[in-house]
C-alpha cells in the first residue's frame, strides 16, 4: 500500500524529481533505490513566511507496489448515432463541457454560437486593439470557449460544495492542457494554450458524432403549448 507523505521544498527544488525521490523515500523510511513510483497529488505554494516554499502531498510506491494510472476519460467515448438530440446555444465552458457529458451519454450534441471558431476570433480581437473596430458578433465576448478565451487560462471555481472538478481538469489535460493543472492548487493554463485545448474540444465533439455551427445568432425561442420546441 502506498504510503502518503508531506513535503516541504523550496522553490527551486519543486522540479527537482531526484531530489523529490530522495526527500519521499526518506520520509517514508526507505531507500531512493526503492520507489519504484511517485505520484504527486497537491502542490501549493506557500508564501507566508518571508522564505516561500512549496508543500507537496505525495504518494510514495515501494517496490513490488502497482501503481495504475487512471484511463483516458475520452477512452469511454462512443460514437452518437444521431436518434437523440440536444441543441446547445453558446460555444462557451459550459456549452463545450455540456457537450462532451451529451456524448459521454450516447446523445448528439449540437452547439451554435453566435461568433467565430477560436482561431478566426483572433484577427476581429485584432481589428479591436489596432483599429478599435468592433464586430458585435466576434469580439472578446463572443466566439469559440467564450469570453476567456484570450484571458490567462486561470482555472478556479467560487463553489466547494458541488462535487470533485478533477475530472473537469483531466478533460482539459486530455485536449492539450499540461497535466500540472491536476495538482497546482491554482491552476493556470495560459494564455497561449488555452485557444489550443479550445480547438481540441470541438475537434473530438465534432469526431463523435456531434455538431459545432458558428455564425448562428439566436433571436427568439419557439414555443407551442407551454414547450419549447426550437429558436
Known amino acids: 500500500m502506498p504510503q502518503l507523505v508531506e513535503l516541504v521544498l523550496l522553490p527551486s527544488e519543486r522540479h527537482n524529481e531526484e531530489l523529490l525521490r530522495q526527500k519521499a523515500a526518506r520520509q517514508a523510511g526507505i531507500r531512493p533505490d526503492q520507489v519504484s513510483h511517485l505520484e504527486v497529488l497537491k502542490s501549493s505554494l ?6 516561500p516554499v512549496f508543500r507537496v502531498r505525495a504518494e510514495v510506491y515501494a517496490q513490488g507496489e502497482v501503481f495504475s494510472p487512471a ?27 455540456a457537450a462532451l457529458e451529451l456524448l459521454e451519454r450516447g446523445i448528439k450534441p449540437v452547439v451554435i454560437d453566435r461568433g467565430k471558431d477560436v482561431r478566426t476570433r483572433r484577427r476581429d480581437l485584432r481589428a479591436i486593439q489596432q483599429y478599435g473596430a468592433v464586430n458585435p458578433h466576434s469580439n472578446y465576448c463572443f466566439g469559440e470557449g467564450g469570453a476567456g478565451t484570450y484571458s490567462d487560462g486561470k482555472l478556479y471555481t467560487r463553489s466547494v460544495k458541488r462535487g470533485d472538478v478533477y475530472k473537469t481538469l483531466k478533460l482539459l489535460v ?15 493554463i495560459g494564455s497561449n494554450k488555452l485557444p489550443g485545448v479550445v480547438q481540441n474540444i470541438r475537434e473530438t465533439i465534432l469526431h463523435y458524432g456531434g455538431e459545432v ?6 433571436t427568439d425561442l419557439i414555443i407551442h403549448k407551454g414547450k419549447l420546441i426550437g429558436l
Open 213 to 218: 455551427h458558428f455564425g448562428h445568432c439566436v
Open 174 to 188: 486530455e485536449h492539450g492542457s499540461k497535466a500540472d493543472i491536476l495538482t497546482e492548487a491554482h491552476p493556470h
Open 46 to 51: 506557500d508564501a507566508r513566511a518571508r522564505q
Open 71 to 97: 484511463p483516458a476519460l475520452l477512452d469511454g467515448f462512443r460514437e452518437v448515432d444521431g436518434r437523440r438530440k440536444v441543441l446547445i446555444v453558446g460555444a462557451g465552458p459550459a456549452g463545450y463541457f
